[in-house]
């Protein structure tokens, strides 16, 4: 029997908040504002900056004194998973205001969930702890981060490019033949869903496995392709934690029928294994090539039959002779 097999492309392919720290009742009084946008952002399952001015993001900052951003320690909090929300035309929070001097490094990421950035006070850049992905695709979400280094009181306005932190994986099938090929389940397994993510280089470290069903259509037509040319599946992506992939696997459920619509293989879990890295903010497109072990009905004739005599009519004795006067 035939197996699955997969080509892979990479396509293009945050302390309880107050309103003013005393740190700041003799800054002269110089409100830090934000700005933001989001970088490549192109489809409705991801978030772009329409959606992001719907959820919003959460900031943490530092005064990191004189020391830049990697050299100092970031051991004097100024914002501590602020709310930064769209307010008709700008964004907005509760007032905090720059510090008279030093350097300000800020950190960012929106997400549906209020998540947790830890900073010991050895550390130089902040960590983002125990994210985990959602079992099911549609409660899974595009993580969004940011972060502004070495601002000053004259910086005003921070502005936050917000990049995917997660890996979007979406899937495209073909068949082998001119046969129909319907999709019914995608699934991924053996792949780590709980991540620590770091800002000093936007990396992640991940543990844990779970298996993630693809999102398809429940119409059959949606995920139903006919020959060699690949089709995209009509589904929600996945959002799955960056990781180097080593026991993971893509597994596929489908029918192939003729073109009379009549059933002449079925695939239940057919399997095979991805080895590859996914990276934060890249979309991964597989392209599952569908094949069959469907028996082709074939045709033969190797004789005709000679002609054989009847004994009880054609035996020669009783053969009446045809002439015209019996006729």
């Known amino acids: 029997m035939k197996k699955v097999l997969l080509a892979t492309a990479v396509a293009a392919m945050a302390f309880t908040s107050c309103s003013?720290?005393?740190?700041?009742?003799?800054?002269?009084?110089?409100?830090?504002?934000?700005?933001?946008?989001?970088?490549?952002?192109?489809?409705?399952?991801?978030v772009d900056l329409i959606e992001l001015k719907k959820q919003g993001f959460k900031v943490y900052a530092y005064n990191t004194g004189s020391d830049l951003i990697g050299t100092g320690v970031l051991n004097k909090p100024i914002m501590e998973n602020e709310s930064i929300t769209w307010?008709?035309?700008?964004?907005?929070?509760?007032?905090?205001?720059?510090?008279?001097?030093?350097?300000?490094?800020?950190?960012?990421?929106?997400?549906?969930?209020?998540?947790?950035?830890t900073a010991s006070t050895t550390d130089k850049y902040p960590t983002l702890v125990d994210y985990t992905v959602p079992a099911l695709a549609s409660a899974q979400e595009d993580l969004l981060i940011?972060?502004?280094?070495?601002?000053?009181?004259?910086?005003?306005?921070?502005?936050?490019v917000f990049s995917h932190a997660l890996t979007q994986v979406n899937f495209s099938i073909k068949g082998e033949d001119d046969l129909k090929y319907t999709v019914s389940e995608i699934k991924l397994s053996g792949i780590g869903n709980k991540g620590t993510y770091k800002y000093e280089n936007n990396t992640w470290t991940v543990t844990g496995s779970e298996t993630?069903?693809?999102a398809i259509s429940a119409t059959p037509a949606d995920n139903l392709v006919i020959g060699t040319t690949a089709k995209s599946v009509?589904?929600?992506?996945?959002?799955?934690?960056?990781?180097?992939l080593t026991t993971a696997k893509v597994i596929v459920s489908y029918i192939v029928t003729d073109s009379n619509n009549n059933e002449v293989y079925k695939a239940i879990d057919k399997e095979s294994s991805i080895t590859t890295t996914w990276n934060p903010g890249k979309k991964v497109r597989y392209t599952l090539e569908l094949t069959n072990d469907a028996t082709e009905i074939g045709?033969?004739?190797?004789?005709?039959?000679?002609?054989?005599?009847?004994?009880?009519?054609?035996e020669d004795n009783d053969i009446?002779?045809?002439?015209?006067?019996?006729?």
């Open 320 to 327: 009446t002779p045809v002439t015209p006067e019996n006729l």
């Open 299 to 314: 045709w033969n004739v190797t004789s005709v039959d000679e002609w054989s005599s009847d004994s009880n009519k054609e």
């Open 212 to 214: 993630y069903i693809c």
């Open 234 to 244: 009509s589904s929600e992506p996945l959002m799955l934690l960056p990781q180097k």
């Open 146 to 160: 940011a972060q502004a280094t070495d601002k000053t009181k004259v910086s005003a306005t921070i502005d936050f």
């Open 20 to 46: 003013q720290n005393e740190e700041f009742e003799n800054a002269g009084q110089v409100e830090i504002g934000f700005n933001s946008i989001v970088k490549n952002s192109t489809r409705a399952a991801e």
């Open 87 to 117: 307010n008709t035309n700008k964004w907005t929070s509760a007032k905090y205001y720059w510090p008279s001097t030093g350097n300000v490094q800020f950190f960012a990421y929106s997400s549906k969930s209020s998540l947790a950035l």
